[in-house]
């Protein structure tokens, strides 16, 4: 490790806390609109479903299109260098939407918004990749991407509750959060400290690593890489349909009132965290696991938002939902970017990480819009929790086709086990 760690032990810590923080603000503006679209679709001159839906799509357009170049820059001029200037312009941004009288000047801000954050799923992995003990990366990414279920937390709630209950105007949500924003940048100009290690060093487990890359013909575009990309697909689209529109489906499809649907919707966050932490805690541990879990928890992300459709009543569907949160989007993450980041030199898991959440992530320029446009068309949006569903089961057996029939006849492009 860098001269960094050996000065300082805990920096692995204050990395996690900065990077959980990052996520934090990140998920609280993701989510901070989704239970309160209705004000939004009357301020702005009462736009469609299709409309609204796009300003989440335009954000995830941006934020997909970012993660290559970013990624490029993180390994060139360091994460500091990145995040800063990143996260400043992420601040403009939600003030931007904040103080939006119409619907171009939202969708301008929610371009900003994500071409600044997408710059930081590169530098923050890459960070932990890094920085973490081997037999703790798993979990340690996990704490980071737990983060995002408090964000989402805190997003969905105090909108639904100050918004939806309160009668406080939406905008106020965007100014809050970009002082939250602010704040998260000083912490990373305290704790994120600039990486000396000149960019010819390398580790001798770096060497072996790319030894055996090249010895395995390992390239982005290999069917074992298309498959992971397609796995990370399904599940980044049901999730994203399910963050953006799940409160407005429980509200209109399942009589919710919108005062309380927050609370429903953020089940999925709170119980993703000890989902999370208990799954990456055994694969350190049992990183001969690895594969079989992955399968496993996409079978059980696509059985649960089925269930999300079907569900007879409200007991049905918290139980629904809580299940989603255990084996859904948070649970597989951290054991999918450790298979990642294990696989490539230090100096370049930015950039494989940036090419890996590049194609995960374009399904979330699609599910927002794709979702809102089925809501328009038909009056339900029954039909896309069903793709949702439907990309997730062909996820699980393409995986087990792919990867896993192989895994004894040659060792796995994107695993180091």
Same mark, same amino acid.
């Given at each position: 490790?860098?001269?960094?760690?050996?000065?300082?032990?805990?920096?692995?810590?204050?990395? @996690?806390?900065?990077?959980?923080?990052?996520?934090?603000?990140?998920?609280?503006?993701?989510?901070?609109?989704?239970?309160?679209?209705?004000?939004?679709?009357?301020?702005?001159?009462?736009?469609?479903?299709?409309?609204?839906?796009?300003?989440?799509?335009?954000?995830?357009?941006?934020?997909?299109?970012?993660?290559?170049?970013?990624? @490029?820059?993180?390994?060139?001029?360091?994460?500091?260098?990145?995040?800063?200037?990143?996260?400043?312009?992420?601040?403009?941004?939600?003030?931007?939407?904040?103080?939006?009288?119409?619907?171009?000047?939202?969708?301008?801000?929610?371009?900003?918004?994500?071409?600044?954050?997408?710059?930081?799923?590169?530098?923050?992995?890459?960070?932990?990749?890094?920085?973490?003990?081997?037999?703790?990366?798993? #979990?340690?990414?996990?704490?980071?991407?737990?983060?995002?279920?408090?964000?989402?937390?805190?997003?969905?709630?105090?909108?639904?509750?100050?918004?939806?209950?309160?009668?406080?105007?939406?905008?106020?949500?965007?100014?809050?959060?970009?002082?939250?924003?602010?704040?998260?940048?000083?912490?990373?100009?305290?704790?994120?400290?600039?990486?000396?290690?000149?960019?010819?060093?390398?580790?001798?487990?770096?060497?072996?690593? =790319?030894?055996?890359?090249?010895?395995?013909?390992?390239?982005?575009?290999?069917?074992?890489?298309?498959?992971?990309?397609?796995?990370? #697909?399904?599940?980044?689209?049901?999730?994203?349909?399910?963050?953006?529109?799940?409160?407005?489906?429980?509200?209109?499809?399942?009589?919710?009132?919108?005062?309380?649907?927050?609370?429903?919707?953020?089940?999925? =966050?709170?119980?993703?965290?000890?989902?999370?932490?208990?799954?990456?805690?055994?694969? %350190?541990?049992?990183?001969?696991?690895?594969?079989?879990?992955?399968?496993?928890?996409?079978?059980?992300?696509?059985?649960?938002?089925?269930?999300?459709?079907?569900?007879?009543?409200?007991?049905?569907?918290?139980?629904?939902? @809580?299940?989603?949160?255990?084996?859904?989007?948070?649970?597989? %993450?951290?054991?999918?970017?450790?298979?990642?980041? %294990?696989?490539?030199?230090?100096?370049?898991?930015?950039?494989?990480?940036?090419? #890996?959440?590049?194609?995960?992530?374009?399904?979330?320029?699609?599910?927002?819009?794709?979702?809102?446009?089925?809501?328009?068309?038909?009056?339900?949006?029954?039909?896309?929790?069903?793709?949702?569903?439907?990309?997730?089961?062909?996820?699980? @057996?393409? #995986?087990?086709?792919?990867?896993?029939?192989?895994?004894?006849?040659?060792?796995?492009?994107?695993?180091?086990?």
């Amino acid at each position: 490790m860098g001269q960094t760690v050996k000065n300082d032990p805990n920096y692995y810590k204050k990395i @996690i806390v900065a990077l959980c923080l990052g996520w934090v603000v990140i998920w609280i503006y993701r989510t901070i609109l989704t239970p309160i679209y209705p004000q939004i679709q009357e301020s702005l001159g009462n736009i469609s479903d299709t409309q609204v839906g796009l300003v989440a799509s335009i954000y995830f357009f941006a934020y997909t299109g970012m993660q290559i170049p970013s990624g @490029i820059l993180v390994d060139k001029f360091g994460q500091k260098r990145v995040l800063i200037p990143a996260f400043i312009v992420f601040a403009l941004a939600a003030f931007v939407i904040g103080t939006s009288s119409t619907i171009t000047q939202v969708y301008i801000g929610a371009l900003l918004a994500g071409l600044s954050t997408g710059s930081y799923y590169g530098a923050a992995f890459s960070l932990s990749a890094k920085y973490m003990p081997k037999d703790k990366k798993s #979990f340690s990414n996990a704490i980071i991407n737990s983060g995002a279920a408090l964000g989402m937390v805190i997003g969905l709630v105090g909108s639904s509750v100050l918004v939806g209950g309160l009668e406080i105007k939406w905008n106020y949500m965007l100014y809050i959060t970009s002082i939250l924003i602010v704040a998260v940048t000083f912490v990373f100009a305290l704790f994120v400290k600039q990486d000396k290690k000149s960019p010819t060093e390398g580790t001798s487990e770096d060497k072996k690593i =790319a030894q055996d890359a090249d010895s395995q013909g390992m390239n982005l575009f290999s069917p074992k890489q298309l498959v992971i990309y397609f796995v990370y #697909f399904a599940t980044c689209y049901g999730y994203y349909m399910i963050v953006t529109w799940l409160p407005s489906f429980l509200v209109a499809e399942k009589g919710f009132e919108q005062g309380s649907v927050g609370y429903v919707a953020a089940l999925v =966050a709170i119980t993703a965290v000890p989902g999370a932490l208990i799954f990456s805690k055994y694969i %350190d541990k049992n990183a001969h696991m690895r594969l079989k879990l992955i399968l496993f928890l996409l079978i059980g992300a696509a059985v649960t938002i089925s269930l999300t459709v079907f569900a007879p009543n409200p007991s049905v569907l918290y139980v629904a939902l @809580i299940l989603y949160g255990l084996l859904g989007k948070l649970a597989i %993450d951290p054991v999918l970017i450790t298979y990642v980041s %294990d696989s490539v030199p230090s100096d370049r898991v930015a950039k494989a990480l940036g090419f #890996f959440n590049f194609f995960g992530m374009s399904s979330s320029v699609v599910a927002p819009t794709l979702t809102g446009y089925i809501g328009d068309i038909t009056g339900t949006k029954v039909l896309a929790f069903y793709i949702a569903a439907i990309l997730l089961a062909v996820a699980a @057996i393409l #995986f087990f086709l792919v990867v896993m029939l192989r895994e004894n006849k040659a060792t796995s492009p994107l695993t180091n086990e």
